[in-house]
Protein backbone atom coordinates (compact mmCIF):
# COMPACT_ATOMS: atom_id res chain seq x y z
CA UNK A 1 0.00 0.00 0.00
CA UNK A 2 1.23 3.62 -1.02
CA UNK A 3 1.11 6.41 1.39
CA UNK A 4 -0.65 9.93 -0.47
CA UNK A 5 2.27 12.12 0.10
CA UNK A 6 5.05 9.51 -1.99
CA UNK A 7 5.92 10.89 -5.70
CA UNK A 8 4.81 7.81 -8.22
CA UNK A 9 8.45 7.21 -9.59
CA UNK A 10 9.96 3.93 -10.49
CA UNK A 11 13.17 3.78 -8.33
CA UNK A 12 15.97 2.99 -11.01
CA UNK A 13 14.82 6.48 -12.81
CA UNK A 14 15.92 8.48 -9.62
CA UNK A 15 19.88 7.63 -10.21
CA UNK A 16 19.64 8.57 -13.80
CA UNK A 17 17.74 11.28 -12.94
CA UNK A 18 20.22 12.87 -10.99
CA UNK A 19 23.62 11.31 -12.91
CA UNK A 20 22.00 13.99 -15.90
CA UNK A 21 21.44 17.10 -13.34
CA UNK A 22 24.93 16.60 -12.25
CA UNK A 23 26.53 16.26 -15.38
CA UNK A 24 24.67 19.42 -16.51
CA UNK A 25 25.78 21.14 -13.58
CA UNK A 26 29.25 20.46 -14.53
CA UNK A 27 29.04 21.20 -17.76
CA UNK A 28 27.77 24.74 -16.91
CA UNK A 29 30.87 25.17 -14.80
CA UNK A 30 33.14 24.14 -17.05
CA UNK A 31 32.24 26.27 -19.28
CA UNK A 32 31.61 29.34 -17.27
CA UNK A 33 35.21 28.62 -16.30
CA UNK A 34 36.30 29.53 -19.97
CA UNK A 35 34.74 33.14 -19.25
CA UNK A 36 36.61 33.70 -16.52
CA UNK A 37 39.54 36.49 -16.75
CA UNK A 38 42.71 35.17 -16.58
CA UNK A 39 45.31 36.53 -14.15
CA UNK A 40 47.81 39.59 -15.68
CA UNK A 41 51.49 40.03 -14.39
CA UNK A 42 52.14 43.51 -14.10
CA UNK A 43 54.87 44.34 -16.04
CA UNK A 44 56.55 47.59 -16.59
CA UNK A 45 57.58 49.44 -20.14
CA UNK A 46 59.35 52.13 -21.33
CA UNK A 47 56.07 53.38 -22.50
CA UNK A 48 55.13 54.64 -18.56
CA UNK A 49 56.23 58.28 -19.86
CA UNK A 50 53.06 58.14 -21.34
CA UNK A 51 50.17 56.52 -19.48
CA UNK A 52 48.76 59.69 -17.87
CA UNK A 53 48.06 61.45 -21.82
CA UNK A 54 44.84 61.20 -23.39
CA UNK A 55 43.31 58.69 -24.95
CA UNK A 56 45.66 55.77 -22.50
CA UNK A 57 42.63 53.57 -21.25
CA UNK A 58 42.65 50.47 -19.23
CA UNK A 59 43.02 47.83 -19.97
CA UNK A 60 45.81 48.15 -22.71
CA UNK A 61 47.03 51.67 -21.37
CA UNK A 62 49.36 53.61 -23.95
CA UNK A 63 48.68 51.47 -26.75
CA UNK A 64 52.10 51.40 -29.29
CA UNK A 65 52.05 48.10 -30.80
CA UNK A 66 54.51 49.38 -33.71
CA UNK A 67 57.00 50.63 -30.84
CA UNK A 68 56.92 54.00 -32.93
CA UNK A 69 57.60 55.68 -29.12
CA UNK A 70 60.52 53.47 -27.66
CA UNK A 71 63.32 56.02 -26.55
CA UNK A 72 60.92 59.12 -27.65
CA UNK A 73 60.69 62.36 -25.80
CA UNK A 74 58.09 64.31 -25.46
CA UNK A 75 58.59 66.47 -28.23
CA UNK A 76 58.55 63.12 -30.72
CA UNK A 77 55.27 62.14 -29.17
CA UNK A 78 53.56 65.79 -30.02
CA UNK A 79 54.43 65.28 -33.64
CA UNK A 80 53.43 61.90 -33.65
CA UNK A 81 49.90 62.88 -31.98
CA UNK A 82 49.55 66.08 -34.22
CA UNK A 83 50.08 63.99 -37.54
CA UNK A 84 47.58 61.62 -36.29
CA UNK A 85 44.77 63.88 -35.84
CA UNK A 86 45.57 65.63 -39.56
CA UNK A 87 45.74 62.11 -41.18
CA UNK A 88 42.22 62.12 -39.34
CA UNK A 89 40.89 64.97 -40.50
CA UNK A 90 41.95 64.08 -44.04
CA UNK A 91 40.44 61.02 -44.20
CA UNK A 92 37.13 61.89 -43.04
CA UNK A 93 36.93 64.90 -45.78
CA UNK A 94 37.92 62.16 -48.16
CA UNK A 95 34.91 59.95 -47.35
CA UNK A 96 32.45 62.67 -46.88
CA UNK A 97 33.18 63.99 -50.74
CA UNK A 98 32.95 60.76 -51.80
CA UNK A 99 29.70 60.16 -50.15
CA UNK A 100 28.27 63.70 -51.65
CA UNK A 101 29.67 63.08 -55.09
CA UNK A 102 28.18 59.51 -55.12
CA UNK A 103 24.75 61.49 -53.72
CA UNK A 104 25.12 63.40 -57.48
CA UNK A 105 26.29 67.00 -55.65
CA UNK A 106 28.88 67.96 -57.57
CA UNK A 107 31.07 71.57 -57.00
CA UNK A 108 29.66 74.46 -59.48
CA UNK A 109 31.88 75.91 -62.00
CA UNK A 110 34.47 74.62 -64.23
CA UNK A 111 37.62 72.31 -62.94
CA UNK A 112 39.93 74.10 -65.94
CA UNK A 113 40.24 76.83 -68.13
CA UNK A 114 39.37 75.24 -71.21
CA UNK A 115 35.80 75.29 -70.17
CA UNK A 116 35.09 71.52 -68.60
CA UNK A 117 32.64 71.50 -65.43
CA UNK A 118 33.09 69.35 -62.68
CA UNK A 119 29.78 67.64 -63.03
CA UNK A 120 31.64 66.49 -66.34
CA UNK A 121 33.39 63.67 -64.94
CA UNK A 122 31.66 60.63 -63.95
CA UNK A 123 32.06 59.43 -60.37
CA UNK A 124 34.73 56.63 -58.92
CA UNK A 125 36.92 54.78 -60.71
CA UNK A 126 35.51 56.25 -64.24
CA UNK A 127 36.70 59.61 -63.31
CA UNK A 128 40.29 58.31 -63.18
CA UNK A 129 40.34 55.29 -66.25
CA UNK A 130 38.08 56.08 -68.77
CA UNK A 131 36.52 57.61 -71.96
CA UNK A 132 35.22 60.79 -70.05
CA UNK A 133 38.21 60.68 -67.41
CA UNK A 134 39.92 63.45 -65.96
CA UNK A 135 43.30 64.46 -68.25
CA UNK A 136 46.39 63.36 -66.82
CA UNK A 137 47.98 66.60 -65.88
CA UNK A 138 44.75 67.13 -63.31
CA UNK A 139 45.41 64.05 -62.18
CA UNK A 140 49.35 65.18 -61.73
CA UNK A 141 47.91 67.80 -59.72
CA UNK A 142 45.90 66.14 -57.21
CA UNK A 143 48.25 63.13 -56.52
CA UNK A 144 51.30 65.47 -56.00
Known amino acids: RRQRWQYPFVHHQLPKTIK ?4 IFAAAIASAAAFAPAPVA ?4 SLSAFES ?6 PLGFFD ?16 RYVEIKHGRIAQLAFLGQIVTRN ?7 IDYSGDA ?17 PGEGLGQIIA
Open 20 to 23: MKSA
Open 42 to 45: KTTT
Open 53 to 58: ELGAQP
Open 65 to 80: PLGLLDDADQDRFDRL
Open 104 to 110: GIHLSGD
Open 118 to 134: FDSFPNGWAAINGPDAI
